[in-house]
């Protein structure tokens, strides 16, 4: 007998018959002899179907209210999905963020998880429960609801599962597995048997929403198992774990695109030591995540400073970047919409050289051209026009010979 975590997405439990399907996974599970603590994501478009309410009443909804709101999406799968399974004659109980005691910070709509009190859970679960826990929400100190960002359920289910030892955590999604691009765009990606932890954070961070950021950071930090897999289908997925030997060998492991990018410009910033520094710090200041930075080459004395944020954050970064050129002497502050992100993503990137400019050479000869660069280690990101994106990524995928059967690794 194991405890295993079950994680399923909105679209995994979109309508009334995928959650007795749910439900029917969840009963076969238990009845294997098997503790079973669900996470459930809300209805298919809930979530953003609530987003649009809130900004068809207000401009700009207090973020608490926010949370409110967002979190009464999970709250009505959770309990359709306890009702289903109990009708299977199983016992079952649905709870949520507070009242498992998932402990969070202040920080509403983005919160971060401080403690989990898996007590109640225990007690469900030594009685032959099943518990059905809602994503993506939690509860401060002082009893206020918040909700961990988007994706946030499989936040969630790695806490749980970290918090109860879970022996495997699975995640139950619309696609069978990791893929090397996202499928939807790349028609011939292919489902990967295995990735590293840092693989799959990268990939992650630089836009394959299958699974949350935040949540692979907490996956590798403690070292939770996770099996990326189909609701809709029993074939196995994608194992996520620490790096195995036979990763080394394959130098790019998948390619990514982040869609939700934006580029600010500072121009004729005067290029002294410090410039930098005060338009950064009144940036974080107001807790925006900046992610490239580009500073041109200065012939008269003075550069232009480029940097991307997530699209959401344009407002509130133009705002500031106004505000702080004026403060450094700068000159206009101009912004571009239509940029996108495509990166390549792998392990074996560290001791290959050659992967930049083949990554360069594959977009040249799409006539895509780059607008600014970043590497990290195991990681390229180009930042693009978002009309050229999706042709990118799929030039990369081919350049990199990610459809080809049999170069990736094996176990
Ligand atoms: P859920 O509702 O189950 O949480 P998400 O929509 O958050 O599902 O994530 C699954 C989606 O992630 C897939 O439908 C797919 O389009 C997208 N995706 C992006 N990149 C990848 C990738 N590399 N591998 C698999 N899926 C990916
Ligand atoms: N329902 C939330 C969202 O759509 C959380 C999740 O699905 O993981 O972002
Ligand atoms: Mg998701």
Redesign the pocket.
Known sequence: MALIVQ??????VADPERIRRVAQRVVKTRKAGHQVVVVV?ALGDTTDNLLDLAAQVSKNPPERELDMLLSTGEQVSAALLAMAIGSHGMKAISLNGPQVGIVTDRAHTQARIQAVNVDRIHRALSKGTIVIVTGFQGMTPDQEITTLGR?G??LTAVALAKALSAKICE?????E?????????VPN?R??PTISYDEMLE?ASL??????ARSMEMAKKYEVPLH?RS?FSRRTG?IISKEVKAMEEVVVS????QKDEAKVTICDVPDRPGIAATIFTRISDVNINVDMIVQNISRTGFTDVSFTVGRLQLGKALKVARRVAAEVKAGRVAHDEGVAKVSVVGLGMRSRSGIAAKMFQALAKESVNIDMISTSEIKISCIIRKDQAARAVKALHDAFGLDKLGVRRKR
């Open positions: 994680k399923y997405g909105g679209s995994s994501s994706g359920s499989d995640i139950y999604t619309d696609v597995g990791v893929y090397t691009a996202d499928p939807r765009i990606a489902k990967l990939l836009g394959a929403q299958v699974m949350q990326v609701s994608t998948g390619v990514s695109l």
